[in-house]
């Protein structure tokens, strides 16, 4: 497969201003007949033929402005088509199978509908087309077919006609007045029913809502339409967006590559982020499926409104769009812990990513398939990128600079470049070297230090881009960080101050500090860089207790845990050191436990441990084997030393009521994170609670939280509550998928042999993404399964990625980078990683997708 280039970028040489569909439906086979109307584009070279992009599509005829044609031929999977200069209209007629399109890309059927995801190159799967993002067009869709099978039919805009035909038939066509590019287009067409509700828009337009799902789902709807009733008032409120269509149409189905789609007024929706309620979704459900309602609503303009230029701009929608839905979310939830959960995952996924073979920018120069760029690197640091800017110019001026691409751009494919411009312009910004995080990729290291005489304190900082295997020399990011200096006597500080290290070194004195003061930097994590720094475990236990920025306060407990943990591992710690860090530790998460001023979400949060891939990351070489085990013996002398705490901890907040209110939701978050703690320190104490919360539960978060830790306990408890728990929920595949994750990521000694048990379980099912993850996912991100020292659990991944490979590359290929790692391990079992790798590359017929990622993770 060829390495396309973003330096190779040339417009196209043909515009198309209209496109009509036609879709006779069927499961089996559903006919498209489509009209285009193709004029010369003025800002490109002229061609005399047009090309237009199919995948897999057989044609049954050609039409150019009304007479049939035969002078087209297939270049591969496209059909180019000689087209004198002006104006024409062409109509191409060809057939697809929703039934046997496995990948769910193009047009498939799900549970008997039929649905379309078409981001990125998913509509050359449906008919012949220009397709890339900087082609717009306005749509007129018909659709027809039976209305016992398909009584709902839905596309983008605005419904204008519909009716019955002969034979049980009817139809509906749909115009959408907005010019999108072919990757925004949707079709659905099946038994579904709506929850219905309505929104008036800032300007007063009255805006009809519907979330669709198959009947039995419609009780489980409601949280869905609520989150997305915030979202439009609060793009709104924040961003001056108001929704351009009288429609906005959700559908939910069960199988799907993703999470959701932003299609024009026609958003897709895995089943997994549309449909709750308290007795089968946590919480955290509750969270996710309110962030990425915004998320895909706020496309609307992120997106959709202004689109991309091409795939290389991909994280101008969506590293935007997700800085929208963090916004979004902390506005709703509440900030604190909001920055942390997100900054978690950042450290989880992206730091790896950004450290190993498929490290990228996040404007990236070249890729082979694009849906591998669909990254925690393109997304999430890429809305760090654009936070920094927010923290530079603040809330007011970054808002100008928004409102200013937006104004701009409206109606256009636009670029990474146009969106820095417009907020130079608009927020009064200089940006020119902060563009460099645009083509750097690699997490910036940051050393600190501070010294103190006499009474000024002085702060040295040091950044260094480390090389990825895109490129090796690197020059010094603009980096901003909010920090403050705390006296130690009275625990607090004189304010806040934001410094940009914007050269490699830097040194800077602060005046007045007879003591030598406590540093707290990188506050609110205002830099998605790693901070490195001699910092003496009393100065974290005071930040862990006094500092007045929640996420630096996490961060400090964070930082007690990851500076103790990787000293044991690297075997730096005599016996009675090793005893003194974990009676800080204890010390601290003591003062956590019965702080009566904190409250429970975000004690919860200072109670977590970091995990075990960002402990990994503290390590040129890890070996998972013993991190894990460190891991888990801390666990055990922190549940041991803090038993008593612990428990009366779990007791007060089960005195909670089961609602849906902060208080009970950070009650119920607490109460998770005890059990994990009793579970090592007593194990049978934690199973008899565990076993109580269960059965008493009244929500999926106690349920899911007593489950999780009983699975990981070997015993009877264990074995009546995982069948409970499935006899009570089997038929509903998301919370199936739960009790399929849980025993993939347990902590039981079998694991692996439960997993392997499972693949083979009546319910697993290699044609449902969500089915799959479930399982795999879990299970490869289980330190002790997946990290077998036989390397069994390698093995398991690959011959996954193997099966599933001819049926839904997209997914199979995501279980490549874990596989990836393997240069960041210690050797032996980094041996057993590459020749998994070894074996895939060594495969006929891999998809684009797999070949792509093993390949770059092979080096
Ligand atoms: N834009 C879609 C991503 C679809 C990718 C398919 N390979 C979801 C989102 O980011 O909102
Ligand atoms: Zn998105």
Known sequence: PPLIRRADYKPFPWLVPETRLHFDLGIENTRVVSTLKVVPNPDAAADDVIRLNGDGLQVSSVKLDGLPVKNWEMDGPDLVLPLSAGAHEI???????????????????????????????????????????????????????????FPVLLSNGNKVSAGESAGGRHWAEWHDPWPKPSYLFALVAGDLVARTDSFTTMSGREVDLAVWVRAEDLPRTEHAMDSLKKSMKWDEEAFGREYDLDVFNIVAVSDFNMGAMENKGLNVFNTKYVLADPDTATDGDYDAIEGVIGHEYFHNWSGNRVTCRDWFQLSLKEGFTVLRDQLFSQDMQGEAVKRIEDVRV??????????????????PDSFREISNFYTATVYNKGAEVLRMMRTMAGPVAFRQGTD????????????????????????????RQFRLWYSQAGTPKVEVSLTHKGDTATLALKQTVPPTPDRIAKKPMPIPLRLALFDRDSGSHDGEQLVILSEAEKTIAFEGFARSPVLSINRGFSAPVSIEREVSTEDLVFLAAHDDDPFARYEAMQDLVVAHLVAVCSDSLTGAAQEAGRKAIAGALRKVLTDDRLDDSMRGELMMLPGQTYLAEQFLVADPGRIHAEREALKVALGVALESELIALHERASTLPATLDHASRGARKVKAQALVYLAAGNPDVAAKMAAAQYDAAQTMTDRQGALMVLTGLPGVARTDRLIDFYNRYR???????????????????????HVKALANHPDFNLRNPNRVRSLYMAFAGNPHAFHAASGEGYRM??????????INPQTAARFVPPLGRWRRIEPQRAALMRAELERIAATDGLSRDTYEQVTRSLG
């Open 91 to 149: 109509e191409i007629v060809n057939d697809v199978s929703p039934e046997k399109n496995s990948q769910l890309m193009g047009l498939y059927a799900s549970n008997g509908m039929l649905c379309t995801q078409c981001e990125a190159e998913g509509f050359r799967r449906i008919t012949f087309f220009p397709d890339r993002p900087d082609i717009l067009s306005t749509y007129l869709v018909k659709m027809e077919g039976p209305v016992a099978q």
């Open 346 to 363: 950042l450290r989880a996924v992206q730091f790896p990513e950004d450290s190993g073979p498929l490290a990228h920018p996040i404007r």
């Open 404 to 431: 200013l691409y937006f104004e701009r751009h409206d109606g256009e494919a636009a670029t990474c470049e146009d969106f820095v411009k417009a907020m130079e312009d608009g927020a009064g910004l200089d940006l």
């Open 731 to 753: 038929g509903n595949e998301l919370v199936v998928d739960k009790w399929f994750a849980l025993q993939a990521s347990s902590l039981h000694p079998d694991a692996i042999e």
């Open 797 to 806: 991944i690959a011959d996954l990625i193997l099966a599933l490979d001819p």
